[in-house]
């Protein structure tokens, strides 16, 4: 399966904003994007700042969104003319489609840290939806659906640390701490979410 193995911390430079991508550390002091404000973007000419085309403001709104998703680009393709097909607004289809990914509902119910560590907890097993086994991380998830962590890994201590950590969770989801259980109760709407991207400028970008 490809995947990006690069730093991520560069990732959110190129973008010029904190995509979120390392958990805690995007919180503190030791964030790059928060350090190295006046070095640009990575790379020799990253301080060279040039006035984007409207197709420059598309492809970088593209670029943040799979960035943040962690999903390349046949995939976010993919995405997207699903997205395309189902009748609604494309934009809000798609918002929805990426958020209800499992690895994404992984993270939003707080079973991880950052959408990077919750995709490797859902590829090694340690997730359940509706009872069964569950290690593809861009398995959709749907109404009523019980997202769960499985028996034999609710000792570790990995998960217990999590538990201690009390997180706001969207109005989409619900939980239940003390059986390790998170459920989708809605469909995730753009309102009820802090959407880092303009998915206007992607529909265009897709469009041409």
């Not at 619900?174 to 303009?198: H, M, T, W």
């Amino acid at each position: 399966m490809a995947k990006y193995n690069g730093p991520q911390c560069k990732l959110c430079r190129r973008e010029g904003t904190k995509l979120f991508l390392k958990g805690d550390r995007c919180y503190s002091t030791k964030c790059a994007v928060v350090r190295r404000q006046s070095a640009g973007a990575p790379g020799q000419h990253g301080q060279t700042r040039k006035k984007l085309s409207n197709f420059g403001l598309q492809l970088r709104e593209k670029q943040k969104a799979k960035r943040i998703y962690g999903v390349l680009e046949k995939q976010f393709r993919i995405i997207y003319n699903s997205a395309d097909k189902k009748v609604g607004v494309t934009g809000e289809n798609l918002i929805s489609f990426l958020e209800m990914r499992l690895d994404n509902v992984v993270f939003k119910l707080g079973f991880a840290n950052s959408r990077k560590e919750a995709r490797q907890l859902v590829s090694h097993g340690h997730f359940c939806v509706n009872g069964r086994k569950v290690d593809i991380p861009s398995y959709r998830v749907k109404v009523n659906d019980i997202v769960e962590v499985r028996e034999k890994s609710r000792s570790t201590e990995k998960f217990k640390a999590l538990f201690e950590n009390n997180k706001t969770l969207p109005l989409w989801l619900a939980i239940d701490g003390e059986s390790y259980r998170g459920k989708v109760v809605a469909v995730p709407c753009k309102e009820d979410l802090n959407v880092q991207f303009n998915e206007t400028l992607i529909v265009e970008f897709y469009s041409k």
